[in-house]
């Protein structure tokens, strides 16, 4: 039987070494249909001393959603948030943050930022969670029928097959003209207090 995602409990916990296949498959097919959906990681990429690593799992150990922050001294950065297709607009990343920012304020780090591209969910999640945008630029694929003039290569190598650069947000017009991949890429800040 078939279980709806709705009813199924769902455990907030620390991220576990015994969870890294678990992490990288809710990551992957999180972001495949995102504007993110070519930044695959074939491993879990090693989090500095003080990280904040929380999974969602189901009782049968299902990874279903992901937080990992970033604590650099006062500001944090919030470096992956991704919750399973089928799973997802159930609360689940809410429930991770809630967990996730927890142990920043004890720690007295005053900000929480992250960066994001145009995904409708994505941005709304962050809105809906006190987040305020911050910033903004571009970024900018180099790929197949693209313009490559102006692009160098070292001697002995071809011209570029593929680039990934960045944009500044005054001349998004005149970069979406030569370019066919171009996102704008927002920073969402949230202050956290502190007791
Ligand atoms: C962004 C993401 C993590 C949200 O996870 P989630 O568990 O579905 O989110 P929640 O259920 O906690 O949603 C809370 C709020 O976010 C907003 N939201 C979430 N999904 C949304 C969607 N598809 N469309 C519009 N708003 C959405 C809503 O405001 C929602 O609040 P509401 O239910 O009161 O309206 C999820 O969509 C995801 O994994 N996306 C792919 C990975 C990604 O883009 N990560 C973040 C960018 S780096």
Redesign the pocket.
């Known amino acids: 039987m078939t279980v709806a995602p709705s009813t199924t409990p769902i455990d907030i916990r620390p991220y576990r070494a015994a969870d890294a296949e678990g992490w990288l498959t809710c990551r992957a097919l999180?972001?495949l249909?995102?504007q993110?959906y070519d930044d695959v990681k074939p491993t879990r990429p090693l989090l500095s001393d003080g990280a904040v690593e929380f999974v969602a799992a189901t009782s049968d150990g299902q990874i279903v959603?992901i937080l990992d922050i970033e604590v650099d001294g006062r500001e944090a950065t919030?470096d992956?948030?991704?919750?399973?297709p089928g799973?997802?607009?159930?609360?689940?990343?809410?429930?991770?943050?809630e967990r996730g920012v927890q142990p920043l304020v004890d720690r007295g780090v005053l900000t929480l930022d992250?960066?994001?591209?145009e995904?409708?969910?994505?941005n709304?999640?962050?809105?809906?969670?006190s987040f305020v945008e911050a910033g903004r630029y571009l970024h900018v694929y180099l790929g197949d029928g693209d313009d490559d003039a102006g692009f160098t290569t070292p001697d002995g190598l071809s011209g570029p097959v593929s680039a990934f650069v960045h944009g500044r947000i005054e001349d998004e017009t005149d970069i979406r003209s030569r370019f066919s991949r171009v996102y704008v890429c927002r920073q969402y800040v949230r202050p956290l207090r502190t007791r």
């Open positions: 999180s972001f249909s995102t993110y959603g919030i992956t948030v991704a919750v399973l799973w997802q607009e159930l609360g689940i990343a809410s429930q991770l943050l992250a960066w994001t591209r995904d409708v969910a994505a709304r999640w962050y809105q809906r969670h």
